[in-house]
């Protein structure tokens, strides 16, 4: 009788003992969640849509503040103040560029003719890109242009992107173009469209300028 009880002592103290080693083994990793082993999604670089309804058809410009933020700013408030409406594209050079922002009201003209702190070149200055003119540091008002093709060389001299063409690039490339650099912008600040609609009457112009949502 003694035995079996030792036996079955034995049996409960072995049953004991492989409990104990089960439980002190080290439990499994849970495996983190998908979404925890991710990096950290970069934010969208969502550009503000403006659409241009011209003589020639439609196109879109989509405005980046953070490629150039002084610059984006100006050219949204211009939208806003309807400066762009009825304005022609008064220097259309085929292979280069297309530039336009003197308003078809010589007073408006005058009242944006405030000149604005540079941005910081972020972005390159190829085909469809939108970036204001200048005349030399810091000058900057309400001229802009659309390069037709990659003027990477402007780059360097400091004229920075705010945004690009990103529908209807077949329609700007169409613009008139017969003119080239004769119209003079002296006097299209002075007269507005009173100028340009006598001496340039086949330009291309803008019938209205809008956000529209993104």
């Known amino acids: 009788m003694m035995r079996i009880r030792l ?5 409960a103290a072995l049953a004991v003992l492989l409990t ?19 990096a950290p999604a970069e934010p969208v670089d969502k550009g503000i849509p403006v659409r241009f309804e011209t003589s020639k058809g439609n196109f879109t410009i989509e405005v980046h503040e953070k490629w150039a933020p002084i610059g984006a700013r100006r050219f949204l408030d211009l939208v806003a103040d309807k400066f762009f409406d009825n304005a022609c594209f008064f220097r259309v050079v085929p292979n280069f560029v297309v ?10 003209s005058k009242k944006w003719n405030v000149m604005l702190d540079d941005d910081p070149v972020n972005k390159s200055n190829t085909t469809g890109m939108v970036t204001f003119a200048t005349a030399g540091p810091n000058t900057r008002t309400s001229q802009v242009f659309i390069n037709l093709r990659s003027n990477w060389n402007l780059d360097d001299q400091g004229f920075a992107p705010f945004g690009k063409v990103t529908e209807g690039m077949e329609v700007v490339e169409k613009l008139y173009s017969g003119y080239g650099e004769r119209p003079e912008q002296h006097l299209i600040e002075a007269r507005g469209n ?3 609609t ?17």
């Open 7 to 11: 036996a079955l002592l034995s049996l």
């Open 20 to 38: 104990s080693c089960a439980s002190d083994k080290p439990k499994p990793v849970e495996e983190k969640k998908e979404a925890e082993t991710k």
């Open 99 to 108: 530039q336009f922002g003197l308003a078809a009201d010589a007073a408006k």
């Open 194 to 196: 009173a100028y340009l």
């Open 198 to 214: 006598a001496q340039f009457p086949n330009l291309d112009y803008i019938k209205k300028a809008t956000v529209t949502e993104p």
